[in-house]
């Protein structure tokens, strides 16, 4: 299917604040559905290059149990709020879902903010190097302003309010905390067990070769994984421009990209946005329903 001309024509229409939601919904399911999938993709495997936020995910063992579960929830989560923006039912609902699983665990406001970045910095990227097109100044500014609006919904403290000022935090934040680690290492090579799975037997092997190609060298070094040599680096994004190319005419997938229609590998009969916490988070309430007596919360419940 083409790609329909009248909604890059409404987006440019729009303001890139007060219509933020209306715009992200347009870019998420329509104009940049397939790269903003890629890029979302990219943005959260590259949050394992911090220590402080991997060494949280490898204690939880999610990634190495459940991988694919917690795959698919966060994409779930995020891909509802994008197309429903914080105002519509099903996107509130996905955020109040995240935000009560978050509450169970300590994460600095440094953590947060760092990942939030990583969703503002990898779409943006991605369209720059690899996609149908390169976003507009205004497109940037308003997935950015979504961003912002998302993090303060999370009640995040100080987040930086320009693009150029959330980059520097984040380099400071980088220099920092992207150092090799052990669980950098083990959730980073989980995730690669999860993409390989996808895939049959005989292409599982160039699935990390491939990955490595798309990830800055700081966090290479910081997971461990070996630096691709130049011409791998060329040939992968050689691919990704042929790609790009003819997702300039033709939408890939079903179009619009919603995520409802989606094929969900954890969840093939359906699923509830309420039920979407991590294994070890229903497990642990489990165990002290039963030492307390006492009935799990509701929230703990679902």
Request: proline fraction near 5%; hydrophobic fraction near 40%.
């Amino acid at each position: 299917m083409f790609h329909n001309p009248a909604v890059r024509r409404e987006i440019a229409a729009l303001d890139a604040q007060h219509d933020v939601q209306r715009i992200v919904h347009l870019m998420g399911s329509y104009e940049f559905s397939w790269d903003i999938n890629r890029a979302l993709e990219v943005a959260l495997f590259y949050t394992y290059g911090s220590e402080p936020v991997s060494k949280l995910l490898d204690r939880t063992e999610e990634f190495e149990k459940h991988g694919q579960k917690r795959y698919d929830d966060t994409a779930l989560l995020i891909g509802h709020f994008i197309e429903s923006g914080w105002g519509g039912d099903v996107g509130r609902r996905a955020i109040e879902r995240m935000n009560q699983t978050h509450a169970h665990y300590r994460i600095h406001n440094d953590e947060f903010l760092f990942v939030l970045w990583s969703f503002i910095e990898f779409p943006i990227r991605w369209t720059d190097r690899h996609g149908r097109r390169p976003m507009t100044p205004h497109e940037k500014q308003a997935w950015f302003n979504f961003w912002f609006e998302i993090g303060r919904r999370m009640s995040l403290a100080d987040i930086p309010e320009t693009k150029a000022e959330f980059d520097a935090f984040v380099k400071r934040y980088e220099d920092k905390n992207f150092v090799y680690a052990d669980s950098s290492a083990r959730v980073s090579d989980a995730t690669v067990r999860i993409m390989e799975n996808w895939l049959p037997a005989f292409m599982r092997p160039a699935v990390k070769p491939i990955v490595s190609c798309l990830m800055p060298v700081q966090f290479l070094d910081a997971v461990g994984y070996k630096r691709p040599p130049a011409w791998r680096r060329r040939a992968v994004e050689a691919a990704l421009r042929v790609v790009g190319f003819f997702n300039y005419f033709f939408a890939f997938g079903d179009y619009p990209g919603e995520t409802v229609k989606r094929r969900q590998r954890t969840y093939p009969s359906g699923y509830s946005i309420e039920n979407m916490q991590p294994v070890n988070l229903t497990e642990r309430v489990s165990r002290r329903a039963k030492t307390t007596g006492e009935a799990p919360a509701a929230d703990d419940s679902r």
